[in-house]
């Protein structure tokens, strides 16, 4: 059998190609859908994710102040929030791709709320609601540590098959 060199040349460049492009499950990223031009989901509900990964404050994001990262649109409430977070993404990003850190130790994906929040060790996590956040502060090392157990073997499923 005889290869043409042609098809063996424009083989290796698809493959190339699609190795290039991020091989993304559903859902690994807590979004709201419509809400960027570009089409990009917004994640941590627009809120500027520097401010409440830093001070635990929730600061609404702009528009006009928009990163797309990982193909997430996050908003920010100045230039100086977006340019610290393009300078590095992971320190401000929330875990479990913003989805409630109880929940994923659940084995779950529900929403991660801003207005419930926590910062331990330089890392943010987010839960659904004030009766969850209770809940996790009464036993947060425990919640995380069985969170961080989870994760790994939901991360790339979709939220309806969890």
């Not at 977006?82 to 929940?103: M, V």
């Not at 801003?114 to 209770?134: E, M, S």
Request: proline share 4%; glycine share 8%.
């Amino acid at each position: 059998m005889r290869i043409n060199p042609t098809n063996l040349a424009l083989a290796i460049a698809l493959s190339a190609g699609l190795a290039a492009i991020p091989a993304h499950a559903a859902d690994e990223y807590n979004v709201t859908t419509g809400y960027t031009l570009d089409g990009a989901g917004l994640g941590v509900h627009g809120v500027d994710t520097v401010v409440l990964s830093t001070m635990n404050a929730v600061a609404p994001g702009e528009a006009t102040h928009a990163v797309v990262h990982d193909g997430v649109a996050y908003y920010f409430a100045s230039e100086m929030t977006a340019e610290r977070f393009k300078s590095d993404p992971e320190r401000y990003l929330p875990q479990y791709g913003g989805f409630c850190a109880y929940a994923v130790a659940l084995g779950k994906k529900l929403d991660g709320d801003p207005r419930f929040a926590d910062i331990v060790d330089g890392k943010l996590y987010l839960f659904v609601n004030a009766a969850v956040f209770q809940r996790y502060l009464a036993d947060k090392e425990n919640t995380l540590r069985t969170a961080e157990e989870k994760w790994p073997t939901i991360k790339h499923s979709k939220v309806e098959d969890l």
